[in-house]
């Protein structure tokens, strides 16, 4: 069941982009000096809502409906996207960019 708070901020904190954070991390003499963000992440998506039974095939793609990632954030994504895929986010927007 989806949870009816948007939680987007799991994008830019817990889990998947703060671990990619910390590999982007430059560091001089033990301390870091500059953060070199992908534009993008690949999420695991833990629940996807049900694609409605009304879909046709012209419109997969265009519709979108609610989806958890792994790290807890909540993601619009296209009805085609399942549980268990993995998909690319565009951190900078939060936004679903393609399947991974």
Do not use: C
């Not at 987007?8 to 817990?14: H, R, S, T």
């Amino acid at each position: 069941m989806m949870q009816s708070k948007d939680r987007k901020d799991g994008l830019n904190g817990a889990g998947g982009a703060e671990q990619v954070a910390d590999r982007a991390l430059s560091r001089r003499d033990g301390e870091p000096v500059r953060v070199n963000l992908p534009s993008s992440a690949s999420f695991k998506v833990t629940y996807a809502d049900p694609t409605p039974s009304t879909a046709t095939n012209e419109s997969k793609g265009t519709t979108f409906k609610s989806a958890i990632l792994e790290n807890g954030a909540t993601l619009q994504v296209p009805e085609f996207v399942q549980t268990g895929d993995v998909v690319v986010v565009d951190l900078a927007e939060a936004k679903y960019r393609s399947r991974g």
